[in-house]
């Protein structure tokens, strides 16, 4: 008999944060991004649909399901950028991991932290290939809850250590600059886009905003620049104005949920994309030039969350870094489940003792 099926493990927000401590920032993000690169490398092997969103006129609740055919993950997601005026986060997420072959998770896990992570370690990923190769200076244009992470996992992949940083609210930047102020970077704090973007060779847009932004116009976009495109990711919710997409090499995690989330739903439906997967694997050419403009339009793919959920899985084995969760019922005769309930309402043996 195979001992406490009952038992799934679960890595709760503490554990997370002492999982992402034990390991360090840089290395967590770096190992991740191995992880987050592996899996774009096997896209072929993955079961893939856009992710099923249920739209509020406050935000948007999501569900991020895929599987390699081997195990299966899905993530709870929801983003409502009016939550932080409430104390709340934009972002919060949880998510699972599951066995194909019994269909039993094998963990769960919080994701909020773990997403802020995998976003970063992705557009990270996608820079690797598209950044102009000197690059050294990231303009941050919004630094609220993702801001630092994008930081962090551009200079572990990058090498990125100058940062050009700009909110609307300048209470978000000290925050940010607080944060960063012993990861070993030079970090300018700017009064606008136009200021944040000056030298800027990587260009990271992470508003939150449920409208049609415009966070960068196309005068601010100088030849030769990377874009990561990560705040717009709903429909009417972008940060670029239109002429930008035209005059740059747009790529995309899966098209048929970019055109709906990303910035591209400003473009024609047949408007050409490159998938990242098919550069990361020699299929197309990332950057060809000096001069191209090239643009991840980041909306966030259920494979990301799949290769995080493996890393976290990886990660805490042999670990004190989660708990076990009481979560499946197993009766001691598989179809006795109602059986299980009526032993469950015998009393209590009497201590004696007592
Ligand atoms: N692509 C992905 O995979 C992915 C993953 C996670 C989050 N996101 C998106 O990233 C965005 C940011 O998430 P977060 O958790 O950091 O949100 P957040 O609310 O913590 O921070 C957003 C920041 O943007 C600032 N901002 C808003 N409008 C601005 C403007 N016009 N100019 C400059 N700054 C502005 C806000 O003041 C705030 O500090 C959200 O839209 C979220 O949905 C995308």
């Not at 200021?195 to 932004?213: L, S």
């Not at 598989?334 to 201590?351: C, H, N, T």
Request: net charge negative; glycine share 8%; with cysteine.
């Amino acid at each position: 008999m195979i001992p406490n099926l009952n038992l799934v493990p679960f890595v709760s927000v503490d554990h997370m944060m002492k999982l992402v401590l034990h390991i360090g920032v840089e290395r967590f993000l770096t190992e991740l991004s191995a992880y987050v690169e592996e899996d774009f490398r096997r896209w072929e092997r993955f079961d893939k649909t856009p992710r099923v969103a249920s739209h509020s006129a406050e935000g948007v609740i999501e569900l991020m399901p895929t599987s390699d055919g081997r195990t299966y993950g899905f993530k709870y997601v929801n983003g409502h950028p009016k939550n932080t005026r409430e104390g709340r986060q934009t972002v919060t997420a949880f998510g699972v991991l599951a066995d194909v072959g019994t269909g039993y998770p094998m963990l769960m896990t919080e994701m909020t932290i773990l997403t802020a992570l995998r976003t970063a370690a992705t557009s990270a990923v996608a820079a690797k290939h598209l950044a102009p190769k000197d690059a050294s200076c990231m303009a941050i244009i919004g630094n609220g809850a993702q801001a630092e992470f994008q930081a962090m996992a551009f200079k572990a992949l990058l090498g990125i250590r100058k940062l050009r940083l700009y909110d609307i609210d300048p209470a978000a930047t000290r925050k940010c600059m607080r944060n960063l102020s012993d990861q070993g970077f030079e970090i300018a704090a700017c009064g606008s886009t136009e200021e944040a973007v000056e030298g800027a060779q990587i260009i990271t847009t992470v508003t939150a905003d449920k409208q049609y932004a415009t966070i960068l116009t196309d005068n601010m976009v100088g030849a030769g620049v990377h874009i990561n495109a990560v705040g717009g990711d709903c429909p009417g919710k972008t940060e670029l104005h239109r002429d930008i997409l035209l005059r740059s090499d747009i790529f995309v995690e899966y098209p048929p949920q970019t055109r709906i989330e990303g910035e591209i739903q400003q473009l024609a439906p047949d408007h050409p994309v490159t998938e990242l997967w098919t550069v990361m694997t020699g299929q197309a050419t990332g950057r060809r030039d000096a001069r191209q403009i090239t643009l991840f339009d980041s909306v966030g793919f259920a494979t990301e969350d799949f290769s995080a959920l493996r890393y976290v899985r990886d990660k805490v084995a042999g670990t004190g870094f989660y708990e076990t969760l009481d979560m499946l019922a197993d009766p001691d005769e598989p179809r006795d489940l109602f059986g299980m309930i009526l032993r469950a309402a015998k009393p209590a043996p009497v201590d004696e003792a007592a």
